[in-house]
T-cell receptor, first 113, second 111 residues
Framework: NAGVMQNPRHLVRRRGQEARLRCSPM?????VYWYRQLPEEGLKFMVY????????ESGMPKERFSAEFPKEGPSILRIQQVVRGDSAAYFC???????????FGPGTRLLVL | GENVEQHPSTLSVQEGDSAVIKCTYS??????FPWYKQELGKRPQLIID?????GEKKDQRIAVTLNKTAKHFSLHITETQPEDSAVYFC??????????FGAGTTVTVRA
């Protein structure tokens, strides 16, 4: 059973470009969470999604950031017009329905030049 | 929202000694407390978790204790080994999904 998959593992963007981060949950998991980790800091909750539904996006910046988890395919975290402050590691986690245990992916390390 | 504080930020122990990391949380409604281990450049990995209806849980060399009245919980690692060196994060959750993480403890086990 493959774990949570994320791609790309590393992403370099110039200021103003768009970044798309993908997350495939573990098999059988229908809940996806995105977290951001700045260097030498803990993880900060961004958004919680179920298939075709955003359940809680209270940790997402109001502008430039969006997330989706379509009926088919991976969850996508999209950052438009990236700025240097967006440079961070973005981790996705997944869980089964009605289970609190979250399993994390390897992360995508975004560097904005 | 929930606020989790974690101490110490760094911890150096001699191989074979015990390591203790402490966390406090602010919201008494929190009911789920996982601990994650993160090695450099790797994903956070769940090592143990506890729910608010349990005071202590143990898994081999790792144990977690929870004091609901004082709103703090601790991770205990006994007989530490070099492979225990990593960053450890505590977290708390009110609603079983939004994890609020501590800032992390960098544990170094000296051989």
């Amino acid at each position: 059973n493959a774990g949570v998959m994320q791609n790309p593992r590393h992403l370099v963007r110039r200021r103003g470009q768009e970044a798309r981060l993908r997350c495939s949950p573990m098999k059988g998991h229908s809940h996806v969470y995105w977290y951001r980790q700045l260097p030498e800091e803990g993880l900060k909750f961004m958004v919680y999604l179920q298939k075709e539904n955003i359940i809680d996006e209270s940790g997402m910046p109001k502008e430039r950031f969006s997330a989706e988890f379509p009926k088919e395919g991976p969850s996508i975290l999209r950052i438009q017009q990236v700025v240097r402050g967006d440079s961070a590691a973005y981790f996705c986690a997944s869980s089964q329905a009605n289970q609190e245990t979250q399993y994390f992916g390897p992360g995508t390390r975004l560097l904005v030049l | 929202g929930e606020n989790v504080e974690q101490h110490p930020s760094t911890l150096s122990v001699q191989e074979g000694d015990s390591a203790v990391i402490k966390c406090t949380y602010s919201d008494s409604a929190s009911n789920y407390f996982p601990w994650y281990k993160q090695e450099l450049g790797k994903r956070p990995q769940l090592i143990i978790d506890i729910r608010s209806n349990v005071g202590e849980k143990k898994d081999q060399r790792i144990a977690v204790t929870l004091n609901k009245t004082a709103k703090h919980f601790s991770l205990h690692i006994t007989e530490t080994q070099p492979e225990d060196s990593a960053v450890y994060f505590c977290a708390a959750s009110i609603d079983d999904y939004k994890l609020s993480f501590g800032a992390g403890t960098t544990v170094t086990v000296r051989a």
